[in-house]
């Protein structure tokens, strides 16, 4: 059915990644459609930052394809040339764990610097994208700000405007809370929930069982390098199959 | 009071050689320890044993001895004399001084520069990989500006000590401040000319840390 096919975002397939003698992705495979929120969850080390990180360019697959926004990445485990790998960054954002922010930028030149110069956006058309995400991320008022002048949770919906200004088409996020005390990262996941209202395609690692199971549509569970189980978001918390999954999930 | 007056007259002329050497030492050091610092990191094993090599050397002998082996190496090595080379109004003592000095300072400043390359978190590098900076942009607009706050401390150090190092430049007989004193002090059996070109030095160094202190400042507004 070429129409859903079209509308598949991200498309993974049978993705192999070993450091040194440790495999850590032992054949992962799956499939986001345009609007869906797809959590990741799972115990600590079994492989969910690699998985991001593979489909980011960060990491080189040792085999397997990945497919972004219908330009493929890499099949086989062999890349496309520099020039699409560059072409297909603009077609996804991530949000970083400790946001990652650049310290000597204004927040507003951390959000309008890859507009201005890698999407060659006038400076005027920048500034309206920002003020319009700082808006969105109720920050307006700290446009001129340092990073490190804000609380973690401000850096961190700084860093999701950051990863929005380049209007991807989808976003993943590796544990966008972990970072933050726990007062904090309400904020955060409130402007997650409204990207997921607005349909924004998302993928997010995370630890907070209940906003998984509130604002994705589905839930992977990850252990050992591999899917050990997944599902639509309430079914698989409330009801897993896999004795990993349970025995995971027994812990929250 | 005559003789002081010359004095004053020997080390302002002097003077403008010390400034100089210090001047020229910066424009070319600072560069070439970047490039040596690269080098340093190299991946290729070679390449970077040989710049480790290099700045161990030049760290680890005497910069008067460089500078002797600079001025006096091609000629009594490979016989070649330099010694009537004239580039402007700079004769090859000065220039053997400026080559000597480049070479030294660029070796303590690739290492400064090193550490703070080193210092910088791969997250900086890779948040600006997946917005889409190339190589070149991720070096000159997020890591290089990072990198020159954090080293600006030790490479202010450096700049003060060289301020100093430019006496050494007498060992060549460069006309330079100290070379200036010396030959005055000894004219006069005085050690007056040596005290005022202490002060001259000192106030060189006044007026350097001056201009970094601010440079610094105007650094900190982000931490
Ligand atoms: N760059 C690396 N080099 C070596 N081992 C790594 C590297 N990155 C991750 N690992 C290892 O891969 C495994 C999976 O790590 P990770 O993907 O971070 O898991 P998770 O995000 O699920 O906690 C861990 O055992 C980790 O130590
Ligand atoms: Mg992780």
Redesign the interface.
Known sequence: MPDTEKDIVLEITDVHKSFGDLEVLKGISAKVGRGEVVAVIGPSGGGKSTLLRCA???ERVDSGRIVIGGDVLCENGSYCDKKLE?EI??K???V?Q?F?????FSVKRNIT??LI???KKSREEADDICKHLLEKMDLVEKADA???NLSGGQQQRVSIA?ALA?NPEIIFFDEPTSALDPELTKGVLTVIKELAKEKMTMVIVTHEMSFARDVADRIVFMDGGVIVEEGSAYDLVTNPRQERTKAFLAGY | MQALQSTLIQLVQGLKFTIGIFFFTLIFSIPLGLLVSKGRMSKIRIVSVIFQLYISILRGTPLMLQLLLVYFGPYYIFGVNLGSIQIGPFNYRFIATIIAFTLNYAAYFAEIFRGGIQSMSKGQYEAATVLGFSRMQTYFKIILPQVVKRVLPSVSNEIITLVKDTSLAQVLSVTEMFTKASAAASAQVSVIPFIVAGAFYYAMNLIVETILNRVEKSMSYYS
């Open positions: 980011t360019t960060l560059k960054r603009s996804f954002g991530l970083f400790n990652n922010l650049f310290p000597h610097e890859a110069h890698v999407h340092y990073p490190c950051r380049t």
